[in-house]
Every structure is written in structure tokens, then in C-alpha cells.
């Protein structure tokens, strides 16, 4: 499909134009174009990487001609003074466009994210263990429903210790830390961390104080006869978005000055961070949230004059996030995990009887292997 | 030492304010001061973790009462209507202050770092394996130094494959990747990337395309005949300060719009980020650089109008990060490691002959380890 009608050089050679079958015309510029070519002395044959850097492009780099091939598939320029010839295509032009309205003050989700709540998250995203390994479309709806919703659950895994280290493996890498590659989460005498026993614990992402944050968590279920200990997850994206309709002053202090996380609680670790509860972009894009009522530390980046409202946009954001509408409840069985993106979707537990056990463990995983995963696995449907 | 010289509720009970003996008083609000409360039934007496949300107090909290013991080493105070009495330690609360004037406008570096040039990093921090490994005192100044100048070396390593995961259990835990636990630096035919030729690479911080990105890198000798091949390494925090101080309106474009960071040199990895060059906390606080001519995507969250300046800004901040002045060169001997502070310093080698062998490995650890190992030998001084 021919996307241009026309290419014109404008601005004495510094930028291109181009004239749009539909739509508002696309600018281009000189030194972007070059940087961005894509000839074999730009860009390494065999890896994509870029061979040039930016001060390889002259300063005064300017577009002698430019042409469109008559079925306005390809655009060739010409430019000097360092003469060079690069043709582009149409469509990876249109592609890359960047000559287009932005707002910049506007806060705003990554488009392949879906926000939800319990009713609007019509059925948890799920699939078998055996499935997973076997069938790899039905994997890669799953893996890209984990990533849309942040959070999807695995049945039929094997009932054995460590067996949550195969469901990394099926996108990931696994985060080892100071908890080790992975961690017992169960009912401990003289607990490090209030995890490990049976008492309730309210919506949260996990290691606030760490950073980097895990940005991926598997809570997987070995045992799970105890009374209680059901598992919810929140998404903390709606519930930001859902604080900042209800006071965007809130919304606004809660992002804009950070708050503080601490943990000690075992020998030979001490962790802090100092980040805030909602983060943004510079550019507004709604990128983590950081909420655990355990291991915030004292706050004391925020002035004291807006303390006190500070404190009543983190009592509403609490609010909203306890809130039983937003949230989704299941009890997980012996061989069934969750994972959560934890930079995003809070969990939290019931309390349980210590009749019965409840035995989960638990990893984290960095969600760059799960996005390089569904990239490639679609680059080769 | 007594801080304090009185204390006296204010604002019907909402605050205290605590006159000092040398400075202006300071003020504490009432939620503030219970949700910080360091007795039994707020924070687990085994792991410090906060055992109540900010639900569990009160909207309407205030203070009926409040006195200061008379050394002036302890605060006591009542709080209604949900009656508790909690006592604070003048230490305690002169350290976490937060009544004092901030500048949100300010670019700030963490007081504990320090910024260098070849000139004024008067020494290369250094220590020998067997040191660190025999001597906590030395390893301790070390791994401090590590800290402050986001740069140091070691020496005297075992010359063998993996060696290197010694050095980073020193302090930290390996983040594996697509690359491995570690990874082989050296020429390789069709390299899936350019740090895997004989080429010269551009000072660069690593793997800006992935997201986390690593934040410590490793990069050990093991074999090093070649001509040529000299290590590089600047701080970028310097650099862009420099930048600042140069173009503070091209500083701002480098923090504001978000750079694009792609690699997929290879089969099954397709890695993206979309993040600023310079990041700063929303407080002003720098705490990134990502720079890397290879992986820099197409830009495109720059809108048309400010992309020419922006790319005179990346031209600029080129200029700077090459210049020699900032730079400390070095070259590695088997057994000899470096290791950065990848969210800050940039490294970068000079091309090699093929005559010879260059035998390099790397490995990504995270600061976390860094900073809780350095935290809790501190603790035990």
C-alpha cells in the first residue's frame, strides 16, 4: 500500500516532508534520518546494532534531494556536505513517525495494558503446566495476557519443592536475591519477615526497598490445607487512576515527592530505597507503584507543609486499594501458582489457622525476558 | 547530648513543635508520628516490619499531651481518641526530620557520591582479591569507594573461566540474562554484538534496552596480549552535570523525553526500553544515565518542534562523555577486574589488534547487594 504522496525538502535540507494519502503530512530530520539509516555502514548486518555515533553525522548535515519511487513504497535522499545516499521505506517512515501532537502533562497507560477491576477482568487468565510446555500459541495468549492484565495464574504444575524455577523458565530469568533463588513462604517461629507467618497481610508489591524493584513475582502452592490464606490481587494501576479521578492533588503528591523503604529484618541485610508510591515517566507515563504498609520507612522527603495532605493521598490511595470491588480472590491448590507484574499488581493474603498447612514459595523474575519472550515468539508466528 | 529545649502541641493537637538548642524548631504531625512509632504493637520486635496500615489510625488523631523528659533525651506523647502513649527518642526524631526547606526544582546528586575527571579522582580505588577476601576493614573501604565513585578495580584474581562470580558474591547477587550468568568478551565471527568484536566501542553504559537495566557491571581479565584494547571509564554523573552547567535547556531535553533502546542481535531475545537519557527522580535527584550509540532505537517521544534541539543536546552530551579530560584510562592484566556502577559510569575500550588474545568476561550484579552489604558491615563496626 502506498502510504506518501509526495516528499518535498524543506527548512534549506534540514527536514523532509511528507505528504500522507490520509492524514496530516510527517516531518522528518536530517540527522535523525541519518541516524537512523539503515544501510549496512549504519547498522551491523549480522546483530542491528548501530556501527555509527551521533558525531559521525556533520553538523551541518542537510538534504540535497529527495525522491519517492513512483509506487510510493520507498523514499531515497541524497545528503551533504559527507555525501550519502539511504533510502527508507514507506511504511517503516510511517512507522517511526515522531511529528505528531503530543501531551505532555497528561498521565497516561501503555496502550497493550488493560486495566481492571473484579468485574471487569471477565475471567482470570490461566492455563495447565502441561499446556504451557506443549502448546505454543495457547503459551504466548498467556504470556501476552500476563503482561495486558499483570497478573495470570498456572494450574497442574508437579507438587515439589523449587518446581516454580520451570515456570520462570518458560519467559524469564529469575531474580536471585538476599531471600535466595527462590523462598519459603510459610509459618516460621521468630519470622524475618511477616510473610513467613500466618497472619493477614493487606495488598502490596513486593521489596519496595529494593532497587531495582522485582519487577516479576510466581507465588507457587506446595501445600494449602490450612483454614484461610486465600490470595487476592489488586490492580494498582486502576487504582491510581481511579485516585487520581476521585483528587488529582493526591494523585499529584503521591508521584512527585518519594517516599522511603526499609528492611532489616535478618542478619547481615539492609535494605532502602527512595522512590515514590506512583511513578511516572517524565513524560506521564504510569510506570510502577510501590505500596507496602510493612517497609515504609519514615517519610521525610515530603516538606512540611504538605505532610498532612501527603498522608490523607496515602490513607485514600489505601482506601481504594482495599477496596473488595477492585479486587480479585481465589485460594490456590497444591501444584497452582500466580504470577504478578510487581511493579504494577498489589497482593495480599488472608490471615490462617496454624491448624493445616499452608506451604507457597515464592521468585522473582525480570519482566524484560517475559517481554523479549512474546516478541519474539510473535516475530516468528 | 540534649537536641531539644521544649516541645508544645500546636495546630489543635495536629503537630508538636520542638524547639531546639541550635537551629529553627522542628514540627512532627500527629499521623505521621503513629504511623512511625517504633513500640511492639507497630513494628515486629523480630524483623522491624510494620505491623498496622494507615487505616489503623485514626482520620481525627491529635495529641493531648506531650513533654520532653528532663535531659531532653526522650518525647512522650498522648494521642486520642483511640488513646496510645508513645515515646520517641530526641536522636531519633532529630534524624528524621523533614520540617526543612527543599528546592524541588534543583538537579541533586546523593551526598554520599562523589563526581570525578581523570584530574581530580586523585586515585583509583583498588584492592587486591586476597585483601578483600582476608581484610573486611580494607574490603569495607572499598566497596564504600565502589559506592562514592560508581568505579573501582581489583587485582590479583585467580585466572580462570567464571572467576569473576567470586567478585560479585563479594557484595552482591549475578543477574543473569539472555547473556548467561556471565558472558565471553571477545572476538568472535557474525558477534551477536559489537562488544563481542575487536572493534573500539564508545564509552556506554550497558544493556540500556533492557528494563531494569543491570545496575552493577563486572568486567574481568583473563587474557589480554592484543595491541590496543585499553579500558575507559567516565562518570556520567559528571558528564551530566558538565551538560548542565553548559546547555541547562539541553539537560532538560535529555531528562524530559523518554530515549528509545532496542537490541535483538539474536535469535529469541528482542529487548526494548523507552527511557530518558538522563533520569531524575521527580524530586530532582539524579539517578541514571542510559547511553549507548549502538542501541539507541529510532527516537520518537520527541515531539517534531524539539527534535533538532534535542539531538543538539545528544550531540553535546557526546562531546562532553568523549571528552579525554573526564576519562581514566587503564588497561587490564589477567587476573584484574573492573566494576561499575552501570546506572552511572560509562566504559568503553579502544579497538585491538587480532594479533594476540583479548579474553574478557562480564557479569551484572545488582546495587542492592552493594549497598546492604556496605550497610550491615558498617552496622557491625
Known amino acids: 500500500m502506498s502510504l506518501f504522496k509526495s516528499v518535498k525538502i524543506i527548512n534549506s535540507g534540514k527536514s523532509i516532508l511528507l505528504s500522507r494519502k490520509y492524514g496530516a503530512p510527517l516531518r522528518?530530520?536530517?540527522?535523525?534520518?541519518?541516524?537512523?539509516?539503515?544501510?549496512?555502514?549504519?547498522?551491523?548486518?549480522?546483530?542491528?546494532?548501530?556501527?555509527?555515533?551521533?558525531?559521525?553525522?556533520?553538523?551541518?548535515?542537510?538534504?540535497?534531494?529527495?525522491?519517492?519511487?513512483?509506487?510510493?513504497?520507498?523514499v531515497t535522499l541524497k545528503f551533504l556536505p559527507k555525501e550519502k545516499q539511504v533510502k527508507f521505506s514507506s511504511s517503516w517512515l510511517a512507522s517511526h513517525a515522531y511529528d505528531k501532537k503530543k501531551n505532555n502533562s497528561k498521565v497516561w497507560i501503555d496502550p497493550d495494558l488493560k486495566t481492571w477491576t473484579k468485574t471487569t477482568l471477565k475471567s482470570v487468565p490461566i492455563i495447565s503446566y502441561k499446556s504451557a510446555k506443549s502448546d505454543k500459541k495457547l503459551l504466548l495468549k498467556w504470556l501476552k495476557s500476563l503482561h495486558c492484565y499483570g497478573f495470570a495464574k498456572m494450574t497442574g504444575g508437579k507438587i515439589e519443592s523449587g518446581a516454580l524455577i520451570q515456570i520462570a523458565n518458560l519467559f524469564g530469568y529469575v531474580r536471585e536475591t538476599n531471600y535466595g533463588k527462590w523462598f519459603e513462604v510459610r509459618s516460621e517461629i521468630n519470622a524475618v519477615n511477616l510473610a513467613y507467618t500466618s497472619l493477614g497481610l493487606h495488598a502490596h508489591t513486593d521489596n519496595p526497598y529494593r532497587d531495582p524493584v522485582p519487577t516479576m513475582q510466581i507465588l507457587y502452592c506446595l501445600e494449602n490445607s490450612a483454614s484461610g490464606g486465600d490470595s487476592t490481587v489488586v490492580d494498582g494501576f486502576n487504582a491510581a487512576i481511579h485516585l487520581k479521578n476521585k483528587n488529582s492533588d493526591?494523585?499529584?503528591?503521591?508521584?512527585?515527592?518519594?517516599?522511603?523503604?526499609?528492611?532489616?529484618?535478618?542478619?547481615?541485610?539492609?535494605?532502602?530505597?527512595?522512590?515514590?508510591?506512583?511513578?511516572?515517566?517524565?513524560?506521564?507515563?504510569?510506570?510502577?507503584?510501590?505500596?507496602?504498609?510493612?517497609?515504609?520507612?519514615?517519610?521525610?522527603?515530603?516538606?512540611?507543609?504538605?505532610?498532612?495532605?501527603?498522608?490523607?493521598?496515602?490513607?485514600?490511595?489505601?482506601?481504594i486499594i482495599n477496596d473488595s470491588k477492585l479486587a480479585v480472590n481465589f485460594k490456590l491448590n497444591p501444584g497452582e501458582c500466580f504470577i504478578v507484574d510487581n511493579t504494577r499488581v498489589l497482593h495480599a493474603r488472608t490471615a490462617y489457622s496454624e491448624a493445616g498447612t499452608r506451604w507457597l514459595q515464592g521468585c522473582y523474575v525480570d519482566k524484560d525476558g517475559l517481554l523479549s519472550t512474546i516478541s519474539t515468539m510473535l516475530e516468528k508466528k
Open 250 to 319: 493526591y494523585f499529584n503528591l503521591l508521584s512527585k515527592y518519594c517516599a522511603r523503604f526499609e528492611y532489616s529484618g535478618v542478619k547481615g541485610t539492609h535494605l532502602k530505597s527512595r522512590r515514590p508510591m506512583i511513578e511516572l515517566s517524565p513524560d506521564g507515563e504510569l510506570i510502577a507503584i510501590r505500596f507496602n504498609n510493612r517497609s515504609v520507612a519514615p517519610i521525610t522527603d515530603v516538606p512540611y507543609e504538605d505532610m498532612e495532605n501527603y498522608y490523607k493521598a496515602y490513607r485514600t490511595f489505601s482506601d
Open 28 to 74: 522528518y530530520h536530517s540527522t535523525w534520518l541519518l541516524d537512523n539509516a539503515l544501510d549496512s555502514k549504519t547498522r551491523d548486518k549480522n546483530n542491528g546494532q548501530r556501527l555509527i555515533s551521533v558525531l559521525d553525522i556533520p553538523v551541518n548535515t542537510y538534504i540535497k534531494s529527495a525522491s519517492l519511487d513512483k509506487k510510493g513504497q520507498n
